[in-house]
Every structure is written in structure tokens, then in C-alpha cells.
């Protein structure tokens, strides 16, 4: 049972027009009530109504900060208990004057993701909803906002539950089996639980499917920007940015340290680093950033190498060709304003036309060419549609993948003869692994950690 009055400031801290402070609880109403000076008495009004005045001192009567309040009454609210939202001026003063006056009342500064775990505890959304609360808030592009927007709704929980009745059912039909055998022929169930594991199983392996695209909307796709010295890496990560974020000049060896630039490709959201061209240096500093592109090409998702197509093609260059042609790499032959000096065969043998873009940077020529080729890449057509249900929690995706195991188990089991009550072991370990994903049976420590990545207020 909660019983404490929870609140926090529910806005960015900041100078904003406005700010919001956020009181959650069985008390929430009277205690702004007796913090609150205006013409209606909080404890009086309708629920979802908006009032005006001021929060007093409540000894002196002081006041202290105009305000407009909002009453949401239990159960319809966020959290599902009386909730009030003060409203104040923004900057940080206005607000900090408001939580000081509550916090001397019978309230306490709720703790992160406070509101939503209450939200979660009181059963109006399950624990996925709730994760993706924070996704939501994270998103940093619109199809990563609307595939966390729909697991809000419920999206995936109802997935969820809709093959953990498919499991249900075959629990209950086992059950019937082992507790009057004489009704059943075995081999008749054996069917049956074989039907059901792989359609749910099947399921199971669509969601995963979209697990990749999943991550990507949610963390972007993480792309190293690689290449010799000079050949035009930051000129291309100011091209793409729009902005001229990286330090471009003639001199190579200029760019020392990783720079990271969160951009948007069609909708898919891209992590760009920009990186110092690798070759082998004396100078200390840029051996340090050397270093840096090594491991920033390393963790990559994606890697696009940059080749001055005004150049023979170097030692250097195949080498970094070599070590990274088993992954997902997009060639860029730069400088197309300038004469070609690069042999182009050893390059068309090593990579797929499609992935090999012809660019001058300076001239700010194939650039789209350049898009084209990243979007065709991680979206292999029909995200368009926008139907599917991503998963990209890590959490989810381990689970999903322990759930085929589970099922996979209980298939096999039918195939070698072993008794039905042992086969009910797995199919009742599927259907308690999937009820983790929305939260049934979960331990607190878990659910704490869970809500602890969440910001203060929300
Ligand atoms: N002609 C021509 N010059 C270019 C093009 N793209 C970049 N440059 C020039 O090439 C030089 C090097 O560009 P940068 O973007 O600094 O190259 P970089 O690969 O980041 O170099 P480092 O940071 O030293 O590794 C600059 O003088 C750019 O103006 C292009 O398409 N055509
Ligand atoms: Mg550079």
C-alpha cells in the first residue's frame, strides 16, 4: 500500500515561461489546500479543474508565488491517486519556493520515475508501458517518439497477452490431461501443445525480428566517419549536421578527438562520429586520437569510409579496407570535383555497387546519393507503414529470446515421449517469462532498477 504524498518539479529546470510542480498522493489536495490562498477551497472543487491564486507561507500567510492549480482526483490521473499540478512562473526560483513550502508540509521529494512507478503499482499501465515512458521522453526522432508513443498505449503488452493466453490455454488443457487421464489420448495433446508452442513461438520470432530496427530508433545508428587524414571526414559530418560542427581545414591531421552529432536521415536517427584520419604519426596528440577511431570504428554500427578519389589508392587505405569489409560499410569516393587518380577496381571487387557513393562534399554533390544508401541499409522497405510493434528494450528482447528456448524445450519434449506434467514445466516457464516483459511477477528490486533511469518528476 502507498500511503505518503509524493511530489517534485515535473518540468526541465531552466528558464521556460512556465514550470510545473507535480504532487502525487492521498493527501495531495489538503496539503496545497493549506499552502494555497484563492477564492475556492481545493478540497471542494471538481476534479480536473484548473484554479487561480497563490501559495502562501501557511504560518505567516505570506505569499509566495502566483500560481494557476490543477485538481485531478483519483483514480483519473497518472499515478490513479489525487494528483495536483501547481503551475509557476519558470526559472529555477519560483519553482524552488513552491517545493520548499511543500516539503515542510507532510510531503516527501519523490524519487525518479516516482510518479510513473506509482502509475505501474497502481495497475494503470504494466511495466513495458511504463519503460517505454521513458523512451518517450528520450526519442530523439519522430519514429523513435512514435514507436515508444504506441508502446505507451499498449501496443506490445497487448501482443503480450495475447500468446500468453495462447499459453494459458495449453496449461489448462495439460491440466485437464494429467488430472483425468482416462479422457485423453496422449498423442492427441502432444498435437495440440506442438500447435501452440509454434504459433507462439512464431510470434515470438516476428517481434524479435524487429528488434534491430528497434534499437536503431531508439539509439540511433551508431556511424564512424573513417578514412585517412585530409580526405574529407569532418567536411562531411558539417554536411550532413547543416552545421559546421567539425574544424575543416587543409592541414592533415586536423581533427584530434571523436565529435559526435545526433542527425536524422528520413526519420532514421543516426549517431555521426567524426574522427581523425588514421595513419601511422609521431605526434603524440594525434596518436591519442588515432586510438579514438580505432575504438570509435570498433563499436560502430555502421562505417563510412572516405576515400579521396583524387589520390591513388594508399597502403593505408586498404589496410582499413581489409579490417572492416565484413561490416556494414558505404564507401565514400570524395573530391569527384577533381580529377580521378584512384584506381576504382580494387574497390568494386571488395564492395557492393550500392555501396559505394560518389561525392564531392564541396561542391555538396551526393549528398542524397549518400542518404539513399544509409536508409536502404537498416530499413529494408514496409517501416513505412508504421504498423509494427518495435521491441528495443534489452530487457524485453532477453526475455522474448529465453521464452523461444522455453518453448523449444516443450516442443522437443513432445517429440521423445516425456510425461505431460514435465512438459508443463516449460510451457509455464514461456508464459511467466512473457508476464515479465508487462510486469506480472516481477520482484521489487527489479521494478526499482527499472524506475531509477527515470528523470525526477516524471
Ligand atoms: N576539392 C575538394 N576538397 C574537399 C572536398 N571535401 C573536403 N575538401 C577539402 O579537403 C580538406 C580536408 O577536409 P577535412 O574535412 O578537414 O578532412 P578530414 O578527413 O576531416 O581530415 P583530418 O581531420 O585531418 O583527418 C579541406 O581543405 C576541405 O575543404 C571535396 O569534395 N572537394
Ligand atoms: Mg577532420
Not at 500500500?1 to 531552466?14: E, K
Not at 503551475?87 to 516527501?108: C, E, P, Y
Not at 580526405?231 to 554536411?239: P, W
Amino acid at each position: 500500500m502507498i500511503n505518503d504524498t509524493i511530489a517534485a518539479i515535473a518540468t526541465a529546470v531552466g528558464e521556460g515561461s512556465v514550470a510545473i510542480v507535480r504532487v502525487s498522493g492521498p493527501e495531495s489536495v489538503a496539503i496545497v489546500e493549506s499552502i494555497f490562498a484563492a477564492k475556492n477551497k481545493l478540497t471542494q472543487v471538481d476534479s480536473h479543474t484548473v484554479h487561480y491564486g497563490y501559495i502562501v507561507n501557511p504560518n505567516t500567510r505570506e505569499k509566495m508565488e502566483e500560481v494557476l492549480v490543477t485538481v485531478m482526483r483519483a483514480p483519473r490521473s497518472f499515478t490513479m491517486e489525487d494528483v495536483v499540478e501547481i503551475s509557476t512562473h519558470g526559472g529555477v526560483i519560483a519553482v524552488k519556493r513552491v517545493m520548499d513550502i511543500l516539503l515542510q508540509q507532510n510531503v516527501r521529494l519523490a524519487e525518479p520515475g516516482e510518479f510513473t512507478k506509482r502509475a505501474f503499482l497502481n495497475g494503470r499501465i504494466d511495466l513495458s508501458q511504463a519503460e517505454a515512458v521513458i523512451d518517450l521522453i528520450r526519442s530523439k526522432s519522430e519514429r523513435a517518439f512514435s514507436s515508444a508513443f504506441k508502446q505507451v498505449q499498449g501496443n506490445l503488452s497487448k501482443e503480450i497477452e495475447a500468446q500468453r493466453y495462447t499459453l494459458l490455454e495449453t496449461m489448462a488443457h495439460i491440466e485437464v490431461n494429467i488430472d483425468y487421464p482416462e479422457h485423453d489420448v496422449e498423442s492427441l495433446t502432444s498435437a495440440f501443445i506442438r500447435e501452440k508452442c509454434s504459433q507462439v513461438m512464431e510470434s515470438i520470432e516476428k517481434l524479435l525480428r524487429t528488434a534491430n530496427e528497434g534499437k536503431i530508433l531508439r539509439e540511433g545508428i551508431v556511424t564512424a566517419i573513417v578514412g585517412r587524414p585530409n580526405v574529407g571526414k569532418s567536411s562531411l559530418l558539417n554536411a550532413l549536421a547543416k552545421e559546421s560542427k567539425a574544424i575543416v581545414t587543409d592541414i592533415p591531421g586536423t581533427t584530434r578527438d571523436v565529435i559526435e552529432e545526433f542527425i536524422t536521415i528520413n526519420g532514421i536517427p543516426l549517431k555521426l562520429l567524426d574522427t581523425a584520419g588514421i595513419r601511422e604519426t609521431a605526434d603524440v596528440v594525434e596518436q591519442i586520437g588515432v586510438e579514438r577511431s580505432k575504438s570509435a570504428l570498433e563499436d560502430a554500427d555502421l562505417v563510412v569510409l572516405v576515400l579521396n578519389q583524387n589520390e591513388p589508392l594508399h597502403a593505408d587505405d586498404l589496410q582499413l579496407m581489409e579490417q572492416i569489409k565484413s561490416r556494414q560499410v558505404i564507401v565514400v569516393l570524395n573530391k569527384m570535383d577533381l580529377p580521378r587518380q584512384l584506381e576504382l577496381r580494387q574497390i568494386e571487387e571488395m564492395f557492393e555497387s550500392d555501396r559505394i557513393v560518389k561525392m564531392s562534399v564541396k561542391e555538396q554533390e551526393g549528398l542524397d546519393a549518400l542518404e539513399a544508401a544509409i536508409a536502404g541499409i537498416f530499413f529494408s522497405g514496409g517501416i513505412e507503414s508504421n504498423d509494427l510493434t518495435y521491441v528495443s528494450n534489452v530487457r524485453h528482447i532477453a526475455l522474448l529470446k529465453k521464452a523461444i528456448v522455453s518453448l523449444q524445450d516443450a516442443i522437443g519434449a513432445t517429440e521423445e515421449h516425456i510425461p505431460i506434467d514435465l512438459i508443463q514445466i516449460d510451457v509455464r516457464a514461456a508464459w511467466e517469462q512473457l508476464g515479465e516483459i508487462i510486469g506480472d511477477a516481477v520482484g521489487d528490486s527489479l521494478i526499482d532498477q527499472i524506475f531509477s533511469q527515470f528523470c525526477l518528476g516524471k
